[in-house]
């Protein structure tokens, strides 16, 4: 009696420890900027500590490349299958795939404008309409004692994606009972600092000192356009005034050199919340359809205080 006692309990012993590890499809955007670097190492960190099977595909900006990736998660039968949209459309046939192979699906980072929400378990991630309107609040304190025109330049993140859809409209939503702020060009930079310098070199060209303050949707774009700004013959962060988003370690740097006025952060710290969310989803709990990321402001005055505390 004992001895098969032993046994059961052996055996169930052994039956525990075979219990098949999670495997998680992760398709990601690229590596556009330092905040998607940060957030590729948090996920690849995370998926490691909570002993989760990371399939990992980097899309290099391009939809099509994640839809591809998508579907060899549906057919490698992964449990989980989690992305970042690049943009927010375009995404119904290949998540009614998904649906259809009973894989359930997270989105991180960004959303998608899907009209059937059960396509999606959950959406963990800033909420980037907040972070516009923080960013515009900043401004208009800042400025409360100008007299005049405020002619801003803005420069968006990818064409249709949600942080550049919503960075835009929280900042407008602040702005437009106040007819002294105008945003006198707004263009594209792809959130990546090549194209920020690009873009930011033909508004100086178009404008010359006509402009007053700079919005740029993330910090990179704000770095290469610093760099047109001094090129130009202009000192970034006097001259014109630079606001941008995500609070990564170069901003905090650009910060501290007197370049750039004000980040806004946006954490890419998503790893530990995903895997938990992974986790909770294969126990078979329910997931709550939306996790908000919290996060704050860092005006220039604090940075040197803040930056030995950044982790990303
Ligand atoms: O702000 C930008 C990145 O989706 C929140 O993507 C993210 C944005 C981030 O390339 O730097």
Redesign the pocket.
């Given at each position: 009696m004992v001895l098969a006692g032993l046994v059961m309990i052996l055996g169930g012993l052994g039956c525990q420890a075979e219990k098949k590890k999670i495997t998680l499809g992760f398709s990601q955007?690229g590596a556009?900027?330092?905040?998607?670097t940060a957030n590729t190492k948090s996920i690849e960190e995370a998926a490691k500590t909570a002993g989760i099977e990371l399939k990992f595909s980097d899309a290099q900006q391009k939809q099509e490349n994640q839809i591809k990736a998508i579907r060899s998660f549906i057919a490698q039968k992964v449990d989980v299958i989690a992305f970042?949209p690049v943009v927010e459309t375009g995404w119904e046939p290949v998540l009614r795939e998904a649906k259809a192979a009973k894989i359930p699906v997270i989105l991180t980072?960004?959303a998608v404008d899907t009209k059937d929400e059960t396509l999606w378990a959950t959406f963990i991630?800033?909420d980037?309409v907040e972070e516009g309107r923080r960013a515009a609040k900043w401004l208009v304190e800042k400025m409360k004692d100008h007299q005049g025109a405020v002619n801003i330049v803005e420069l968006q993140?990818t064409v249709g994606?949600?942080?550049a859809i919503d960075r835009k409209k929280g900042f407008e939503e602040i702005l437009k009972d106040k007819p002294d702020f105008k945003i006198i060009r707004s263009q594209t930079g792809d959130?990546t600092r090549a194209k920020g310098k690009e873009v930011m070199e033909a508004f100086l060209k178009a404008e010359g000192k006509n402009i007053h303050v700079l919005y740029a949707?993330?910090?990179?774009m704000a770095i290469g356009a610093i760099q047109a700004i001094e090129e130009a013959g202009l000192r970034p962060g006097k001259d014109i005034l630079i606001i941008s988003?995500?609070a990564v370690k170069g901003a905090f740097e650009a910060m501290m050199a007197g370049k750039l006025n004000v980040t806004v952060e946006?954490s890419?710290l998503l790893g530990p919340q995903l895997m938990s969310a992974v986790s909770d989803l294969m126990a078979g709990k329910a997931l709550p359809k939306r996790i908000v990321t919290e996060e704050s402001v860092f005006p220039m005055e604090t940075a040197a205080q803040e930056f030995p505390k950044r982790k990303y």
């Open positions: 955007i556009e900027s330092e905040w998607r970042s980072d960004r991630g800033s980037f993140g994606s949600a942080p959130f949707h993330n910090d990179d988003i995500d946006c890419p």
